[in-house]
């Protein structure tokens, strides 16, 4: 199973949320390479980059930064946030992304992400599912849509989609656990699909766990940050 720490970006800051909302911000430090050299220090191999500023914003805004940890870093980066058109996808793999985290607009803008699918193909594009109570939540996680987490799942395999970051929204940055049940259910379904776990992986057990349920990767964020999980612990799943 892929370890992949997370970077939030805001101000150029390395943060994190809570269930999103930016009114519950925890900024832990101020230079995102230097955490992303510690990460690769440990043996790290891949980065999950999201670019919070540019969610609100709608177009992506802390690309120097992205291109900082390209070039000092061999971390392979998937970078995520404010990607609303091919441009926007484009800008992101010449700042040195190896992949992308189609969000929001994976929901609003199907036809959108299918057409990323065939222009860059399925192994660069990572479909980002958030869900609440295995229902696809939209509008910034503020609204459920009646979509269920697996026919969303299944209308991207269908589509091309190979891998997909599964991210339980009342879990994130909440130290609570992950949601395993809907990822043991999700892996039954679609033993097909390359599915990554984020939201509430708190302790080297949640880790386990998922490893043990077959999950393809889990994004490890705050957890890392406030010493849940020691960095030194993964060296087993590196």
Not at 129 to 137: E, K, L, P, Q, T
Not at 138 to 157: D, H, K, M, P, V
Request: charge should be negative; aromatic fraction near 8%.
């Amino acid at each position: 199973m892929e370890i992949i720490p997370a970077i939030d970006l805001i101000n150029g800051q390395c943060v994190r949320l809570t269930e999103g909302d930016f009114a519950q911000q925890t900024t832990y430090d101020n230079d995102p390479l230097a955490v992303a050299q510690r990460f690769e220090q440990h043996g790290v191999r891949r980065l999950h980059l999201v670019d919070l500023d540019g969610a609100r914003a709608k177009r992506p805004v802390n690309l120097p930064v992205l291109e900082r940890i390209a070039r000092q870093t061999q971390l392979t980066i998937d970078f995520g946030g404010g990607l609303q058109s091919e441009d926007a996808v484009r800008q992101a793999f010449d700042a040195g992304a190896a992949q992308i985290t189609a969000g929001s607009i994976a929901v609003r803008e199907p036809e959108t992400v299918r057409n990323w699918l065939q222009t860059f193909g399925a192994e660069k594009i990572i479909v980002g599912a958030d869900f609440r109570n295995n229902h696809i939540s939209i509008n910034a996680w503020a609204e459920q849509s009646e979509r269920t987490l697996a026919e969303f799942i299944g209308e991207y395999l269908g589509a091309g989609a190979t891998t997909f970051v599964c991210t339980d929204v009342s879990k994130d940055g909440k130290l609570q656990g992950p949601a395993l049940e809907s990822y043991q259910a999700l892996r039954a379904q679609f033993p097909a699909a390359q599915l990554v776990a984020s939201g509430g992986v708190t302790t080297l057990a949640d880790v386990e766990a998922l490893a043990e349920a077959g999950l393809y990767g889990a994004i490890i964020g705050k957890a890392i940050y406030e010493g849940t999980i020691k960095l030194e612990e993964l060296k087993k799943f590196l």
